[in-house]
């Protein structure tokens, strides 16, 4: 009960507001161009989702934040891509939380402790305040571990928009 408590209190004080300033326009820009730069080399398909908090239906429903990414996974159909190489980083800023979500044939070429690697090199910098840098570094390993597993041989059209949504 007092886990729930305190989750319903953090998804409550966690605004828009409180996202924009860890994630200002320079690094949303700096997002959109890394993984511009990564779909360049590789042919995957990635979008990264920073969601402020759930709403309170949702937390006192317990929905975890894998359960969200899931759900936003499928809301912006990244599942529909042609070789089905979708890729969704999700950040629940409430929760503290960073999920990767991956298509069929990359979750059959990539172990999840790949994945757990590329969200352990956000929330570590996270818990000090380094929101810029350490997005950076973790979409650049997630595109090292995507090119390594998919290179782009024929220059592929970009299925599925770079830009970074923030809810």
Same mark, same amino acid.
């Given at each position: $009960?007092?886990?729930?408590?305190? =989750?319903?209190?953090?998804?409550?004080?966690?605004?828009? *507001?409180? &996202?924009?300033?860890?994630?200002?326009? /320079?690094?949303?820009?700096?997002?959109?161009?890394?993984?511009?730069?990564?779909?360049? $080399? *590789?042919? !995957?398909?990635?979008?990264?989702? &920073?969601?402020? @908090?759930?709403?309170?239906?949702?937390?006192?429903?317990?929905?975890?934040?894998?359960? =969200?990414? *899931? #759900?936003? +996974? !499928?809301?912006?159909? $990244?599942?529909?891509?042609?070789?089905? &190489?979708?890729? %969704? %980083?999700?950040?629940?800023?409430?929760?503290?939380?960073? #999920?990767?979500?991956?298509?069929?044939?990359?979750?059959?070429?990539?172990? /999840?402790?790949?994945?757990?690697? &590329?969200?352990?090199?956000?929330?570590?910098?996270?818990?000090?305040? @380094? +929101?810029? #840098? /350490?997005? %950076?570094?973790?979409?650049?390993? $997630?595109?090292?571990?995507?090119?390594?597993?998919?290179?782009?041989?024929?220059?592929?059209?970009? #299925?599925? @928009?770079?830009?970074? %949504?923030?809810?």
């Amino acid at each position: $009960m007092k886990k729930t408590i305190t =989750r319903l209190y953090r998804h409550l004080i966690t605004t828009k *507001h409180t &996202v924009r300033q860890a994630f200002p326009a /320079s690094t949303l820009k700096a997002v959109q161009a890394k993984i511009a730069e990564g779909e360049h $080399m *590789h042919r !995957a398909e990635a979008r990264m989702i &920073v969601e402020a @908090s759930l709403n309170l239906q949702a937390v006192l429903n317990g929905v975890t934040s894998r359960q =969200r990414a *899931h #759900e936003l +996974f !499928a809301h912006y159909r $990244m599942w529909d891509t042609e070789e089905n &190489v979708g890729v %969704l %980083l999700y950040v629940n800023f409430a929760d503290h939380k960073v #999920e990767i979500i991956t298509d069929r044939a990359v979750g059959r070429a990539i172990p /999840s402790t790949d994945w757990l690697a &590329v969200c352990q090199t956000m929330t570590q910098e996270f818990a000090n305040g @380094s +929101f810029h #840098e /350490s997005t %950076l570094a973790a979409i650049e390993q $997630m595109n090292h571990l995507l090119t390594a597993h998919f290179p782009d041989k024929d220059g592929k059209h970009n #299925e599925i @928009s770079d830009r970074p %949504l923030m809810l």
